[in-house]
Nanobody
Framework: HVQLVESGGGMVQAGGSLRLSCVASGYTYGSYCMGWFRQDPGMQREGVAI???????GYADSVKGRFTISKDTAKNTLYLQMDNLKPEDSAMYYC?????????????????WGRGTQVTVS
């Protein structure tokens, strides 16, 4: 079965950087759309960045120019490089896989989810 395991979260000061990783297993890596999402308690899950099977990317307006999504197919790993972090970026970050034809920032397209990694910016 599909497993997604995130890591790389932590506490950082505003203006700092973090790189999140998501190791995937249980499916043909690279053949589906993958995305990063974030969620604060009591809030809806928000799409942050997506990458399609072809490598095309998309970002939420709030992170454009600061976050970069990438993948290493040989390592079955998805990354999110986060630079110039702001306090409002604080949240639990999740990676997810969408097995359908749509690759978008809306969480309902995604079928498999990791357990998340916490990012706190002070």
């Amino acid at each position: 079965h599909v497993q997604l395991v995130e890591s790389g979260g932590g506490m950082v000061q505003a203006g700092g950087s973090l790189r999140l990783s998501c190791v995937a297993s249980g499916y043909t890596y690279g053949s589906y759309c993958m995305g990063w999402f974030r969620q604060d308690p009591g809030m809806q899950r928000e799409g942050v960045a997506i990458i399609g099977s072809s490598g095309s990317t998309g970002y939420a307006d709030s992170v454009k120019g600061r976050f970069t999504i990438s993948k290493d197919t040989a390592k079955n790993t998805l990354y999110l490089q986060m630079d110039n972090l702001k306090p409002e970026d604080s949240a639990m970050y999740y990676c997810a896989v969408a097995t359908g034809v749509v690759c978008g920032l809306e969480s309902h397209w995604y079928d498999y989810w990791g357990r998340g990694t916490q990012v706190t910016v002070s």
